[in-house]
């Protein structure tokens, strides 16, 4: 695990000011090791043909905890992942967080300052054997990892599922269950509803050691109505309370 033991958080302390349960004061930052010495990352200063180098990751507020937004495939990224959660767990809990999204390039060894990462877009894509390398260390190192389906675009969720089936061959998503603790750290959730449709949404997981390291959604958890700019949903059948989920996810991602 690259996050330290030295900040070390019980199961489902982090609860909504307001509830029975405490929350518990984040007393210091999620602290990251060095990057692994057996990680085959590429020079983070070699930019090929036609790729956009990702800005330089901005330094953190002492304690903050941070979010990367990968770049990843070819220069694609996201626009429309609102990073409203991360001031939303800052109101409902103690924990602090830097409020922006920083551009992370996947195959960069800056992906381990952080603890928590997104990856969303519409349209396929084919990631590069760096990205699949650096994503595999990522996840199975302390990483943890949010995919989501912009505007739940049919063509990125199979891209990604045929992604994550070679960078963890061994290994398969799963549905879960909303007794799940994802769905009980700062909310309990128990549905997970969508903008436009009747029918409800579901998470899949991904887990390493008994402990989930990725969370994806084919219908999307962008919360674009608080992306702002001209991001709309396009149509996608996106999961209503995708805020609270997000909450939810990066406490647990702390927590576990």
């Known amino acids: 695990m690259y996050l330290s033991n030295s900040v ?15 929350a518990v004061l984040f007393a210091g930052a999620v602290l990251w090791a ?14 090929g043909a036609g790729e956009v180098a990702a800005p330089p990751a901005a330094p953190a507020r002492p304690g903050a905890v941070r979010c990367a937004n990968l770049i990843y495939a070819d220069s694609k990224t996201s626009v429309c992942f609102s990073s409203e959660f991360m001031s939303q767990i ?27 990462a997104v990856m969303t877009g519409e349209g396929a894509f084919t990631l590069t054997g760096p990205q699949r390398e650096s994503l595999r260390s990522y996840l199975s ?10 505007c739940s675009s049919a063509p990125w969720s199979s891209s990604f599922l045929s992604e994550i089936a070679i960078v963890f061959p061994e290994l398969k998503l799963s549905r879960l269950d909303h007794s799940h603790p994802v769905f009980h750290t700062v909310y309990d ?24 390291v990725l969370i994806f959604s084919r219908d999307g958890l962008n919360d ?22 997000n909450v939810n996810l ?3 991602a702390l927590t576990h």
């Not at 060095?34 to 930019?47: F, I």
């Not at 190192?141 to 912009?150: D, M």
């Not at 969508?194 to 989930?212: V, Y």
């Open 90 to 116: 800052m109101r409902d809990s103690h924990v602090e967080t830097d409020p922006r999204l920083t551009a992370v390039k996947l195959d960069s060894a800056d992906i381990y300052q952080f603890p928590f």
């Open 8 to 22: 070390r958080w019980p199961t489902g302390a982090i609860r909504r000011r307001g509830m029975a349960a405490a």
């Open 224 to 245: 674009t109505a608080k992306a702002g700019g001209q991001c709309c949903c396009c149509g996608g059948n996106e999961i209503a309370n995708s805020r609270q989920v």
């Open 141 to 150: 190192n302390g990483g943890f990892l949010v995919a989501s389906a912009g």
């Open 189 to 212: 959730i128990d549905r997970l509803d969508c903008n436009k449709s009747a029918g409800q949404a579901h998470l899949e997981g991904l887990e390493i050691d008994g402990k989930i």
């Open 34 to 47: 060095a990057v692994p010495p057996d990680a085959d990352l590429p020079d983070p200063d070699a930019t």
């Open 250 to 252: 990066l406490a647990y």
